[in-house]
T-cell receptor
């Protein structure tokens, strides 16, 4: 099936730094979702985006729905140790009957 | 209390055994899903159900079966477990309401090891 390409695959940053990651596809998506997964736990929904160009924040997290509808970006400002985890993008492709396609994730490590 | 619960959280079994993983939700959602997660492969859809009478195969349904016993319960069975079914298994739910039907909410997962 059609994949979502997430980059980078992993990031090692210092506490207090800002982080950016993105997700791209060759297909159009009508929704973009960003999840975070802590070790040993299930993914938790962080932000949902529904309109091209939309910019949405959740605390220190900000996500954008790309204007081409083929990409999305997630930024984390002033990172803290508890930001450690795997961040996934996901979305339903047009015509997919609401089934989500997931990226393979970005592993974030924050050094105190 | 968690909205989506899964039992067991961990299970070790032997090749050829029948295994059932259970999922319950209190979110009142109609749609439920089963995924498996493998390192480097991300989340892959096994089965999904849009209501009690609706069951659909996902990307990787071979070797698995499901049962939707009620709106709140969705079970995944491995009829004869094999080692390459060792993985993390997640249940998820979503609402059918307009605008938010794509937002899926995940349980804590079951770590299954098949020896």
């Amino acid at each position: 099936g059609q994949q979502l390409n997430q980059s980078p695959q992993s990031m090692f940053i210092q506490e207090g730094e800002d982080v950016s990651m993105n997700c791209t596809s060759s297909s159009i998506f009508n929704t973009w979702l960003w999840y975070k997964q802590d070790p040993g736990e299930g993914p938790v929904l962080l932000i949902a985006l529904y309109k091209a160009g939309e910019l949405t924040s959740n605390g220190r997290l900000t996500a954008q729905f790309g204007t081409t509808r083929k990409d999305s970006f997630l930024n984390i400002s002033a990172s803290i140790p508890s930001d450690v985890g795997i961040y996934f993008c996901a979305g339903p492709r047009l015509g997919s009957n609401y089934k989500l396609t997931f990226g393979k994730g970005t592993l974030l490590t924050v050094n105190p | 209390d968690a909205d989506v619960t899964q039992t067991p959280r961990n299970r070790i079994t032997k090749t050829g055994k029948r295994i059932m993983l259970e999922c319950s939700q209190t979110k009142g959602h109609d749609r439920m899903y089963w995924y498996r997660q493998d390192p480097g492969l991300g989340l892959r859809l096994i089965y999904y159900s849009f209501d009690v009478k609706d069951i659909n195969k996902g990307e990787i349904s071979d070797g698995y079966s499901v049962s939707r016993q009620a709106q709140a319960k969705f079970s995944l069975s491995l009829e004869s477990a094999i080692p390459n079914q060792t993985a993390l298994y997640f249940c998820a739910t979503s609402d059918q309401g307009q605008g938010t039907y794509n937002e899926q909410f995940f349980g804590p997962g079951t770590r299954l090891t098949v020896l």
